[in-house]
């Protein structure tokens, strides 16, 4: 089994900035890619950004230029940095790691974006 512990997540005010921290443990073997997904109140689970094992990254495009993702291979870590944060980023952050065709979850953050 794969475990997934995220941690990082909480409330602030809007432009203001948080750093999301995503550690997988357990049967890691053949890790493909990790990334973040997002799921508002009402709302479908969607992507944020994912990051491959060479460290190619992808966002979506309501968050380009403000975060940024990053891995640690070693500490089978994956980061999201959080800039110029907006109301409508209040979300549950799950965390996701691809491995060997299997999605793997974490069972989420809470980020809040309010003043």
């Known amino acids: 089994q794969v475990q997934l512990v995220e941690s990082g997540g909480g409330l602030v005010q809007p432009g203001g900035s948080l750093r999301l921290s995503c550690a997988a443990s357990?049967?890691?073997?053949?890790?493909?890619?990790m990334g973040w997904y997002r799921q508002a109140p009402g709302k479908e689970r969607d992507l944020v950004s994912t990051?491959?094992?060479?460290?190619?990254?992808n966002y979506a495009d309501s968050v380009k230029g403000r975060f940024t993702i990053s891995r640690d291979n070693a500490k089978n870590t994956v980061y999201l940095q959080m800039n110029s944060l907006k109301p409508e980023d209040t979300a549950v952050y799950y965390c996701?790691?691809?491995?060997?065709?299997?999605?793997?979850w974490g069972k989420g953050t809470l980020v809040t974006v309010s003043s």
């Open positions: 357990g049967s890691i073997f053949a890790i493909n890619a």
């Open positions: 996701l790691l691809e491995q060997r065709g299997m999605r793997y």
């Open positions: 990051i491959t094992i060479f460290k190619i990254t």
